[in-house]
């Protein structure tokens, strides 16, 4: 009788776990159809998926898709939600430290002090605290605007690369 019931529950938990790996095996082939599609779709050379930290009309902290574009156009879609920037607008795109830095810093050199304990657990806890962000910078009627990603892979590094290989911004002056 124990066995038995031994059994039953194993049966069970290799069967929800082989329902758990065939949904997450589908919805990424679904996410990976789309993708290729939306490509299609927008003629794109490079394509990627980032989360939204600041600057787009969407909520904050969802991923969006990004397609930069045959024609030097750089796409943002976000479900039905599509937004398109002339890479002549753009001044920009690059790397950069997180918001805030001093005050993650502090916090998870503390935080790493506490769990790893000395100086080594200081370090690891205030780079681990350290984000980086890629920022696009670009001029909306003669005003200075940014879109910031959380940066992730190796996507963003090529979406500067290929900007700044298929674009020259001009100089600005700025005068304080």
């Known amino acids: 009788m124990i066995g038995f019931l031994i059994h039953s529950i194993i049966i069970l938990v290799i069967a929800g776990i082989c329902y758990l790996w065939y949904k997450g095996f589908s919805n990424s082939l679904k996410i990976s159809r789309e993708k290729k599609l939306n490509e299609e779709r927008f003629e794109s050379k490079l394509s990627g998926r980032l989360k939204h930290i600041s600057g787009l009309p969407i909520i ?79 001029e909306d009627n003669d005003e200075t605007k940014f879109i910031i990603f959380d940066e992730m892979g190796l996507f963003p590094r090529k979406l500067i690369k290929i900007f700044k290989e298929n674009n020259v911004v001009e100089e600005k002056n700025i005068e304080l």
């Open 60 to 138: 904050e902290g969802v991923y969006v898709d990004i397609f930069y574009t045959n024609d030097d156009k750089i796409i943002l879609k976000k479900e039905e939600t599509i937004i398109t920037l002339d890479c002549s607008k753009i001044r920009n795109i690059e790397n950069s430290m997180g918001k805030n830095i001093k005050h993650k810093a502090i916090s998870g050199a503390a935080a790493g002090k506490y769990l790893l304990g000395g100086t080594v657990g200081t370090i690891i806890g205030a780079m681990a605290a350290t984000s980086v962000y890629l920022v696009i910078t670009y």
